[in-house]
Nanobody, 125 residues
Framework: QVQLVESGGGLVQAGGSLRLSCAAS????????MGWFRQAPGKEREFVAA????????NYAGSVKGRFTISRDNAKNTVYLQMNSLKPEDTAVYYC??????????????????WGQGTQVTVSS
């Protein structure tokens, strides 16, 4: 079992930055791939970024590439999402998720079997 708790969301002006954190419980964190997804009101949940268990491989949605950076600290059982140059269209509830390491940096939500409760990010124009 892996329990995930996100933090760091909030209200920020367009062009600003936020860093999301996701703390994981359990001893298997270092053997999981981690991902971030988001869901805006009235829209489907969408992939944002993923990172392999060692952190050596990453994957990003085209809409955030160059602005967002995913990283992880296995010693702290934590994955991060640094979000820069935020836009109003980045407004959503952001979720972290864990997937078996064999799936790599998958962008498919179906591959992730543990999910956090989400943290709200609101970007004002």
């Amino acid at each position: 079992q892996v329990q995930l708790v996100e933090s760091g969301g909030g209200l920020v002006q367009a062009g600003g930055s936020l860093r999301l954190s996701c703390a994981a419980s359990g001893r298997t964190f270092s053997s999981t791939s981690m991902g971030w997804f988001r869901q805006a009101p009235g829209k489907e949940r969408e992939f944002v970024a993923a990172i392999s268990r060692s952190g050596s491989n990453t994957n990003y949605a085209g809409s955030v590439k160059g602005r967002f950076t995913i990283s992880r600290d296995n010693a702290k059982n934590t994955v991060y999402l640094q979000m820069n140059s935020l836009k109003p269209e980045d407004t959503a509830v952001y979720y972290c998720a864990a997937a078996p390491a064999r799936l790599g940096v998958t962008l498919s939500a179906a591959g992730y079997n543990y999910w956090g409760q989400g943290t709200q990010v609101t970007v004002s124009s």
